[in-house]
T-cell receptor, first 111, second 116 residues
């Protein structure tokens, strides 16, 4: 699976949009971009994933650049409960293969 | 999304004892489950892949005789930490894919183990 690069930490004001970047310049054509987050002392929570089109669900939006070398996770109206470590993971969708986690971005939402 | 549960959520034990952690898929069947370990301020590290009805596959550096994994049914995998020592104190998390087995991996809430 391709390597990802994320900033170690970010701050965001409550109520504002949180934009979390991820660089995956070596991504291959059949690799998906996945985002998970881990709130302190909890298991990781799935947020969203995509291949090349932008995706949106009730939690967030995923914007993937046209060359697919980077992506941005957008939390439209961050709340204090969004404070967590956010992981960007690139993987080929192969049956029953485990996710490999990097260091992620620690997002702090500030009141 | 699919729901994965773990029990217990936290456990304290004495050094030298064994501890069993259960991982259940509540609304789907999982032929494969994964066990991760997470030390403070670090990312999740994959320990092993648990396969229903067969032996688990362990990652390099993980002692299979110390971390016994049993996947006896399509909804239950157990991790037993044998002869636990203080350095085994960690956050243990299990996960499984949804019914289709490939798209989205769902995680349990984790079990915090403290070995005194």
């Amino acid at each position: 699976d391709a390597k990802t690069t994320q900033p170690p930490s970010m701050d965001c004001a409550e109520g504002r949009a949180a934009n979390l970047p991820c660089n995956h310049s070596t991504i291959s054509g059949n690799e998906y971009v996945y985002w998970y987050r881990q709130i302190h002392s909890q298991g990781p929570q799935y947020i969203i994933h995509g291949l090349k089109n932008n995706e949106t669900n009730e939690m967030a939006s995923l914007i993937i650049t046209e060359d697919r070398k980077s992506s941005t996770l957008i939390l439209p109206h961050a709340t204090l409960r969004d404070t967590a470590v956010y992981y960007c993971i690139v993987r080929v969708v192969v049956r029953n293969t485990p996710l490999v986690f990097g260091k992620g971005t620690r997002l702090s939402v500030i009141a | 999304g699919a729901v994965v549960s773990q029990h217990p959520s936290w456990v304290i034990c004495k050094s030298g004892t064994s501890v069993k952690i259960e991982c259940r898929s509540l609304d789907f069947q999982a032929t494969t489950m994964f066990w991760y370990r997470q030390f403070p301020k670090q990312s999740l590290m994959l320990m092993a892949t648990s396969n229903e009805g067969s032996k688990a596959t362990y990652e390099q550096g993980v002692e299979k005789d110390k971390f016994l994994i049993n996947h006896a049914s399509l909804t239950l995998s157990t991790l037993t930490v044998t002869s636990a020592h203080p350095e085994d104190s960690s956050f243990y998390i299990c996960s499984a894919y949804d019914r289709r087995g490939q798209e989205t991996q769902y995680f349990g809430p984790g079990t915090r183990l403290l070995v005194l």
